[in-house]
């Protein structure tokens, strides 16, 4: 695993005097994405940079590197698990390699394929690719967005980078706040793809390629990859289970080259577990490590069940309790997060893979079982809200205006009525909308009607576009076609897995040079379960049927019949102890004021309501997440010593 980066002069203009030490400042920026070695060079108007996690030929796999005849060039962040397969057809073609390095197979592909090299790979991916012939470059994301790639272009330059915190050596006068990224990062509690929380400065979007000659200067985004739902009912359920297995070991497989340890990150769930049982099949169980993290509050702790399966595979196992949260962990979980991130499990993350560093240097995750297998409880309740369709909308809204009535105070209210009443509009929210947005709506922070109690004029004179236009800028165009199951699985797949769950494997792994392997995301899975009918996803209310049924020989019936508890964290707990003192600095009215984009009257009756109150009744958890998510907008733009 790797950090890279790069600045591209356009339109033969003179090259800065200067640009070799940016390149060197945008690196340093990373060095915890690769403290093991430093490459650069200067190609004319391109300039390369890349900080190394040493997995596969430790030696020789130097970085940027180059065709026989050193007219292209390659950096690469991630892993191209055909490597070896690749090599050997490259080789019979006449292709002559220097190295064990799993990257001299792009410079490679690229010579012999042209740009349809990138649909050859499968693996975990960004790549810069310099053609020096056509000075030409080309940048390329992976099919699902495990590794990231952000880019800019401005006075005729085009930078790019692994982290945000890389483009800020190149122009940092230049960063101005993206007022609509905010919004969607208040409803959302992340940023969605291709948006950051910058202007003009951009996230490529997984499966995708940019390719860009330094002549011109015009851009071109191309998009290599996509999978389609499109459920097969011929085949029979032990057809099924029989080739979903084969292909999870498969993957795993692929995934356990390298040649440092490697080990699992195991939550104690149904996705960590499966992998973990394929992994101590393929290799001696003694030589694999398996970690959790655990709290204290049993609502929050799955390590009872990640000890049984470790047991149960003979794994060596290393179990961290996580602590109370301090400030200072919390502030350095913050910069390495690159911009505003409200998935409070980032801090878990963090800590897991802290622990496994000190033991391996790659982990396999389950991240995607849930996407791809329907694992999250909004899928089935999508199936209840689509049975208020068959309700006249014109009902539908006048139901609607009577909970705003009577929910004067719907930001901060905790009573049961309320937390009942928030349920409800929710419901009636997300059925009076398009099928395909209610993905975003059903798993809302901040909602539309509470954003205006919460926003200041002057912030919502700024958000001009509607939420929708960049939510759904990676989906295709026959989506309406899906029903509202399926729907939801592919917008969770090509959306949220990457804006929130991989970024905050990769931002969390990253900031402990740890690399981090999701075999559920092997390109070829992804396509055969998106052929399973989402009828055996969830089957009579149970949820990753499929998946249960075909490994429910393998893993321990307990593991099987737990109910899902999720990798969150007792945030509430948090902020009335450990972190009370920063939450109500970041949340007083001289920050709210300072800051400039909220209604302090708004947020000072949710800190009232939540961490002051001296009511017995108990906080609705949104609560906590809405005041997480602010704390951690605040704590950003402090850490990055960005204003308004």
């Known amino acids: 695993m790797c950090g890279i980066n790069g600045i591209l002069q356009l339109k033969n203009k003179s090259h800065p005097e200067n640009l070799d030490k940016t390149i060197l400042d945008m690196s340093n920026q990373v060095i915890h994405r690769g403290p093991d070695d430093y490459g650069a060079i200067s190609l004319g108007p391109m300039h390369m940079g890349f900080r190394r996690l040493s997995i596969i030929d430790i030696c020789g796999g130097h970085q940027p ?19 070896v397969e690749l090599r050997n057809q490259l080789e019979s073609k006449g292709h002559e390699f220097k190295t064990l390095s799993d990257t001299e197979s792009i410079v490679h592909a690229y010579e012999e ?10 693996g975990m991916f ?27 272009i401005k006075n005729n330059q085009l930078a790019f980078g692994s982290e945000l915190k890389s483009l800020s050596q190149w122009s940092n006068s230049s960063n101005q706040i993206n007022y609509k990224s905010i919004e969607m990062y208040l409803r959302l509690g992340y940023i969605p793809e291709p948006q950051t929380i910058f202007k003009n400065t951009f996230k490529l979007l997984p499966g995708h390629m940019l390719i860009i000659d330094s002549d011109s200067g015009k ?4 998009r290599y990859w996509n999978f389609s739902i499109n459920p097969n009912h011929s085949r029979n359920l032990p057809e099924i289970k029989e080739t979903l297995k084969t292909k999870i070991d498969n993957s795993v497989k692929l995934r356990l080259q390298s040649d440092v340890p490697v080990g699992t990150l195991l939550s104690g769930g149904i996705d960590s577990s499966i992998i973990t049982a394929s992994a101590s099949a393929a290799v001696k169980p003694t030589q694999l490590f398996s970690f959790s993290a655990g709290f204290e509050n049993k609502n929050y702790d799955e390590t009872e069940s990640a000890r049984d399966i470790a047991e149960h595979f003979n794994t060596n196992h290393v179990q961290e309790q996580v602590p109370s949260i301090k400030p200072d962990l919390l502030t350095k979980i913050v910069w390495n997060l690159d911009e505003p991130f409200g998935d409070s499990s980032a801090v878990p993350t963090f800590l897991i893979c802290l622990t496994a560093k000190k033991h391996v240097t790659v982990a396999l995750s389950g991240d995607g079982g849930d996407e791809l297998f329907g694992g999250y409880t909004r899928y089935k309740n999508i199936k209840l809200i689509g ?57 809302e922070i901040f909602p539309q009607i509470l954003l205006g109690n919460l926003l200041n004029k002057q912030t919502k004179n700024l958000i001009e576009t509607k939420i929708e236009e960049p939510f759904l800028l990676n989906i295709q165009e026959n989506i309406d076609e899906y029903d509202l199951v399926d729907t939801l699985l592919y917008i969770d797949t090509m959306n949220y897995l990457s804006a929130d769950i991989l970024t905050k494997v990769d931002r969390m792994s990253m900031a ?32 990753k049927y ?15 019949s737990k109910p899902k508890k999720g990798f969150s964290a007792p945030i509430g707990e948090w902020l009335t102890s450990s972190l009370k003192d920063i939450a109500l600095d970041c949340l007083s009215e001289d920050s709210t004021k300072k800051r400039g ?24 958890p949104i609560v906590w997440t809405r005041l997480w998510t602010l704390i951690m907008l605040e704590l950003w733009f402090r850490e990055f010593d960005t204003s308004i």
């Open 546 to 560: 499929i998946l249960k049924e075909t490994f429910k020989d393998i893993l321990p019936p307990n593991i099987l």
């Open 219 to 222: 851009p071109k985004l191309t």
């Open 387 to 443: 049975l208020m369709d068959f309700v006249p909308s014109e009902i539908r809204n006048q139901l609607l205006s009577l909970t705003d009535i009577f929910d004067k105070a719907n930001l901060i209210e905790s009573s049961h009525f309320a937390r009942q009443l928030d349920r409800f509009r929710r419901a009636l929210t997300t059925s009076l909308i398009e099928p395909k947005y209610r993905s975003m709506v059903s798993s």
């Open 512 to 543: 402990n040079s740890l690399e981090v392997r999701s075999p559920f995301l092997d390109y070829e899975l992804v396509e055969y379960a998106s052929s399973i009918p989402n009828k055996l996803k969830i089957l009579k209310g149970t949820q």
């Open 597 to 620: 984009l909220f209604n302090h009257h708004t947020v000072n009756k949710l800190v009232d309501i939540s961490i002051l109150t001296k009511s017995s009744n108990p906080i609705n």
């Open 65 to 83: 590197i180059h065709n026989e005849n050193k007219t292209i060039w390659s950096i690469c962040n991630g892993e191209i698990y055909n490597y």
């Open 126 to 152: 960004s790549i810069a690719l310099w053609d020096s012939n056509k000075k030409q470059l080309l940048l390329a994301r992976d099919r699902l967005g495990q590794k990231p790639l952000m880019y800019s």
């Open 113 to 122: 394929y042209g740009v349809d090299f990138v649909e050859r790979l499968n």
